[in-house]
């Protein structure tokens, strides 16, 4: 028979020592340390972006402006000698529940009656219609009072680079309510809660070329009247677009009536 054989296994309890593993093991621990430092500073860039995406979607998705309702006014003389045309546009807009608060400077006012279009800023707006670096594209005459402006916006002229009539570039507005005091002629801005008319002048050809008296409330005669290229003679189909500088733009349709009667104000919309 065969001797048993046993085997003896050395046991080493060594460790590898010295200032080569000294040196890897900090430099592990270096590597780790900025690795983690760029994670941390990448996921907080990436989150403060992705707050600010969130906030700008949440912007641009929301409808702020609303069309309350629409009315039509004819220019006239006196009861029985009135335009056959529609000649002043009243939108009572607000704002929806929840919104942010608007500039009316730098809402546009887009309007179309299927022939001519007109894109209007507000009429206290100084850049829009300025060449660069210059302030002066407002309106000539505007001031701080709304039925001055209103008059000025159907009668005046103004000349930045070139003379234009007011009435096919821009557009009035008046406050209705407004308890923060937040809305000025200046200074037009729109919290929630506020309600303001805009005024558009839609004066065609043939109203202006007869020297209408009186809009509404408002006096014509020492000016008279400017055309805006619209004619809104009856079953007009006419489109609307306020277009804010943040959220959703805001589209009002509507069909003139196939006729106006004897009626001064017409409702259009809704």
Known sequence: MKANKTQIMKKDTRAQVGIGTLIIFIAMVL????????????????????????KQATQEVSSNLMVKNIEGVRAKNNATSMSSTIDLLKLKVGLNVGS??????????????GTTANNLVYAGNTKSYASTGNDNGFMT?????????????LTGVTNVTSE????DHYYTAEKIRDEDSSFSQSNPVMNTGDLITVYIATTSDSAASTGYSTVGSSDVSTGGLNQSGLNLVPRTVVNIVLTPESGAATTADFVTPSSYGVKETVALYP
């Open 100 to 113: 942010a608060p608007v500039d009316v400077n730098q809402v546009v006012v887009s309007i179309t009656d």
């Open 164 to 167: 234009f009539n007011n009435s």
């Open 141 to 153: 005459g505007f001031t701080t009072g709304a039925s001055v402006n209103l008059v000025t916006l």
């Open 31 to 54: 590597v780790a340390a900025v690795a983690a430092a760029v994670l941390i500073q990448t996921s907080g860039v990436l989150q403060q972006k992705a707050q600010s995406t969130g």
